[in-house]
């Protein structure tokens, strides 16, 4: 798919919540120049496996991950690795649009400014107008952004919170659902801004929308059971499945 | 559901038959009774509550006024030896006591009242009035002037209310002569207990309680919120953890006299502070505040939303970023809220002080959180013990008091949780 080495790589990957595995021996590579769709039956351990690779799993008190997940080849479950940094380098953009009850533009400048990442007020501003035009929410609230984040449309949270993760400059966005609490309209718009963030940064995108993987990525990874059961380019995982339970799964004949 | 008649042999419900238009009607009948059940519950507490103010502002609003008579005062006839150059400054009050001015004010009341009714008209304060009045204007001691002064315990109490027979005649022969009127009892609010209920005053008192709350919230407050803090976002959650739950929530229900008994042995036998001071009751009121802060705290953290955790650690705030910048502005108005009700709590206390010796009988305003004081309730308690007619309506004054002083701290502490309250 791409010439130089993938963003990250994740081997030999297991999780368990106390006794329950919950991840079994899970391998993929998320590629720099693409989007990676990650879709399975729900409860098939596709939105933990995302939460591994910026550490969110970190917050759940009886979780324990067990293998390799490197980003640039450095082992983010290395004591030397710092989680803020990593959570600032891997963004996340949450399957409910979350954004801090404060003003709109507080919701975007707070990560810059917790990182230090402006030296003046003018620049805060500019990261903050950039992040929202990225993020396609610009012309919508440029006139009152120091609104409630919270006011806006469930589309223009989730957009907002899009902007939000893409204020610190991260080089992976995780994203876990985004769309699956929003009507049809506002989901054509984040999967129009997930097409236009695309190469600029690696994105995984973990959904239950089978057309949706397949209009919005290039590689697939079919998740069933704590498993990976196939992975591989989008189309040939739509078109041509080598495995049988992934021919069932995108068929509809179960999931 | 098996043995459940397949929906084909289900015959059409018929919403019109007489027994369900009995069991509709009998459910608008539940519905209107249960609304009438809860309006009477709040019709009742309200008049309870206009009933409690309601008789305490009618007793104790004599509590803040005094009886005066009018009784003329010869300064140029009674010998008093004062020098008019030492009236200036600090140095006039031990010149005029010096100079005898008690001795010539009982003077003038033998004077003006005769020798029986003028020995025991007058309150044992009255002098001081007449002090003040100097003060403020030195050329009286030059003059006959007529002054009002405030009248003795009984007939204060005759001139308001039923009294002894003899002090209701006094007080009768006094209308007649239109010598008597009432004013604002300033001393009753800007000085201590006395044993002369005409003198005795709430502001010891108040200032004790203001004393001993400050000490109580300072160290509460952050503790409590602290180990709120840790127990919900740091500590691990274990049989530790657990045991220290456990133990909060019995230390909030714990009699508040055991804790007087505590700060008895730890404060004043092992470390050795001083009795009857706003700092061991502070320290002792903060260990009863302490738990009931820690669970509102924790409740008010809890019900922050997980996400608005998520979206911080996503965006790679810290965890102490996140407890500062996201949690602890949304738990606050909690926080506050179960503040108030601790605060509330340890201002009415009682029996905890008692323990700590602040009952004793103090005259003076304490200056400092170490000086011997007594607070709001425990006045209230002392005053409702003392034999004079004259110490009932000071008991519902102190009452009152303590009541605006409740009220005042809630109201601070609403308007700063209104302010701090976020919509989302």
Request: some cysteine; overall charge neutral; glycine content about 8%.
């Amino acid at each position: 798919m791409s010439n130089h080495p993938p963003k990250i790589t994740a081997t030999h990957v297991n999780v368990w919540y106390g006794a329950k595995k919950a991840i079994d021996d899970v391998s993929i590579d998320i590629d720099q120049d693409s989007v990676t769709a990650l879709i399975g039956p729900s409860g098939c351990g596709k939105s933990t496996f995302l939460r591994t690779l910026n550490r969110m799993n970190d917050t759940v008190a009886n979780a324990r991950v067990q293998g390799d997940i490197r980003l640039d080849g450095e082992d983010i479950y290395s004591p030397d690795m710092d989680v803020v940094q990593l959570r600032a380098r891997v963004g996340m953009v949450f399957q409910k649009p979350n954004p801090f009850p404060k003003s709109i533009y507080e919701n975007v400048a707070y990560g810059p400014r917790i990182h230090g990442l402006a030296s003046s007020r003018s620049e805060l501003e500019g990261i903050v107008q950039t992040s929202l035009k990225r993020a396609g929410l610009w012309e919508e609230v440029k006139d009152r952004l120091s609104d409630s984040g919270t006011a806006l449309s469930g589309g223009q949270q989730q957009r907002l919170c899009i902007a939000r993760a893409i204020a610190v400059d991260p080089e992976v966005i995780l994203m876990d659902e985004p769309c699956s609490a929003l009507d049809p309209i506002a989901t054509a718009k984040i999967e129009e801004l997930i097409h236009a963030l695309k190469g600029r940064y690696a994105i995984a995108i973990v959904t239950h929308n089978m057309q949706q993987a397949a209009r919005v990525s290039q590689r697939t990874a079919f998740f069933h059971l704590g498993q990976l059961v196939e992975y591989g380019a989008t189309t040939e995982i739509f078109t041509n499945p080598r495995e049988e339970r992934t021919r069932d799964y995108i068929t509809g004949r179960y999931g | 559901m098996s043995n459940a008649a397949p929906f084909s042999t289900r015959r059409p419900t018929d919403w019109a038959t007489p027994a369900m238009q009995s069991r509709v009607r009998r459910r608008y009948r539940a519905e209107r009774r249960f609304r009438l059940l809860g309006l009477a519950a709040v019709t009742l507490s309200g008049a309870f509550l206009l009933f409690l103010l309601g008789s305490m502002l009618l007793r104790g609003a004599g509590g803040f006024l005094e009886t005066r008579v009018a009784m003329p005062i010869d300064f140029a006839r009674a010998s008093l030896d004062v020098d008019p150059r030492r009236l200036q400054g600090r140095a006039a009050d031990l010149a005029l006591a010096g100079a005898g001015l008690e001795g010539a004010v009982d003077d003038a009341a033998v004077a003006a009242f005769g020798p029986d009714l003028g020995g025991r008209i007058l309150s044992d304060g009255a002098w001081l009035r007449v002090r003040e009045a100097i003060k403020d204007d030195p050329s009286v001691l030059s003059r006959r002037v007529v002054m009002s002064l405030p009248v003795a315990s009984p007939i204060d109490v005759a001139a308001k209310g039923p009294g002894s027979v003899e002090a209701e005649a006094v007080v009768a022969s006094l209308r007649s002569g239109d010598l008597l009127s009432t004013g604002l009892n300033r001393e009753f609010l800007l000085s201590a207990d006395s044993t002369d209920p005409t003198r005795a005053g709430i502001w010891g008192a108040l200032k004790g309680s203001i004393l001993t709350m400050l000490v109580t919230l300072l160290l509460a407050f952050p503790i409590g919120l602290l180990a709120a803090l840790y127990l919900e976002e740091y500590a691990p959650k274990n049989r530790w953890t657990d045991l220290i739950e456990v133990s909060i929530n019995n230390l909030a229900a714990v009699p508040s006299i055991i804790f007087g008994l505590l700060g008895l042995a730890l404060f004043l036998g092992t470390f050795g502070l001083p009795r009857s001071a706003p700092l061991v009751g502070g320290l002792t009121l903060a260990l009863l505040t302490m738990p009931v802060i820690v669970i509102a705290s924790r409740n008010a953290i809890k019900a922050v939303p997980p996400s608005i955790r998520d979206a911080a650690l996503g965006v790679g705030a810290s965890p102490i970023q996140v407890v500062f910048h996201h949690v602890l502005p949304l738990a606050l108005p909690g926080i506050l809220t179960g503040t108030i009700i601790g605060m509330a709590r340890a201002l009415g206390e009682t029996a905890p002080l008692l323990m700590i010796g602040m009952r004793a009988f103090i005259a003076a305003p304490p200056d400092g959180i170490t000086d011997p004081a007594t607070v709001l309730p425990v006045q209230v308690f002392l005053w409702s013990d003392e034999v004079g007619r004259g110490f009932v309506e000071k008991t519902s004054a102190a009452i009152v008091v303590l009541l605006v002083f409740l009220l005042a701290m809630n109201a601070l502490a609403i308007h700063l949780r209104n302010r701090f309250e976020t919509r989302w």
